[in-house]
Structure formats: structure tokens, C-alpha cells
Nanobody, 114 residues
Framework: QVQLVESGGGLVQAGGSLRLSCAAS????????VGWSRQAPGKQRELVAT???????NYADSVKGRFTISRDTAKNTVYLQMNSLKPDDTAVYYC????????WGQGTQVTVSS
């Protein structure tokens, strides 16, 4: 069993920034991909960003140029730097591995006020 613990969510004004962190209980290099997804009220969960074991990244069109996924393999931690936040980015953000069938964290709330 793998534990993924997210942190860093909160309330921010539109245009602001947040950095989410996800600490894994084992080496993140054991997964093919690590990533972040989000779910807004009344909407389906959507994949936001992924990073492969080899360092390749992929982003949803809605966040390209604003969000950056990174990792620290020594700390088994994955980050999501979110800049130029918009109210539409309001959601619970989840760390996940090997989307969509891998492990999930408990989520962290991000609220962007207009």
C-alpha cells in the first residue's frame, strides 16, 4: 500500500500563486507516472498534469503555461506550482500515480477568489 499526502492548498486571489506538495511513502520512481488531478463541485475529476519516470511532462490545455509539475526524488515528493490562478481553478486537487488506476491522496482544497 502507498500513502500519498498532499499539502499546500488554500485560499488565494485571482492572479495569485500556490505550490502544492505530495509526499509519497515510497520512491516515486517506482511509478510510471505521477501527477495531479482536480475535481470541482458538480464536475468530473480531470487530469491536470503528469510527469513520467523519465521526466516527460504533460498538461491539460486549461493550465498550460500556468502550472508546472516537478519532483524531488530524494524526498519522494511531487510538486505542482500554480501561477496566474483563476476562479475556474477552484477544486480539490489530488496527487495520483499511474493515472487513472493507481493510487490517490486525500486531496487538498484550492479556492481562488475573484
Amino acid at each position: 500500500q502507498v500513502q500519498l499526502v498532499e499539502s499546500g492548498g488554500g485560499l488565494v486571489q485571482a492572479g495569485g500563486s500556490l505550490r502544492l506538495s505530495c509526499a509519497a511513502s515510497r520512491s516515486i520512481l517506482t511509478f510510471n507516472t505521477v501527477g495531479w488531478s482536480r475535481q470541482a463541485p458538480g464536475k468530473q475529476r480531470e487530469l491536470v498534469a503528469t510527469r513520467t519516470r523519465y521526466g516527460n511532462t504533460n498538461y491539460a490545455d486549461s493550465v498550460k503555461g500556468r502550472f508546472t509539475i516537478s519532483r524531488d526524488t530524494a524526498k519522494n515528493t511531487v510538486y505542482l506550482q500554480m501561477n496566474s490562478l483563476k476562479p475556474d481553478d477552484t477544486a480539490v486537487y489530488y496527487c495520483n500515480t499511474d493515472w487513472p488506476h493507481g493510487y490517490w491522496g486525500q486531496g487538498t482544497q484550492v479556492t481562488v477568489s475573484s
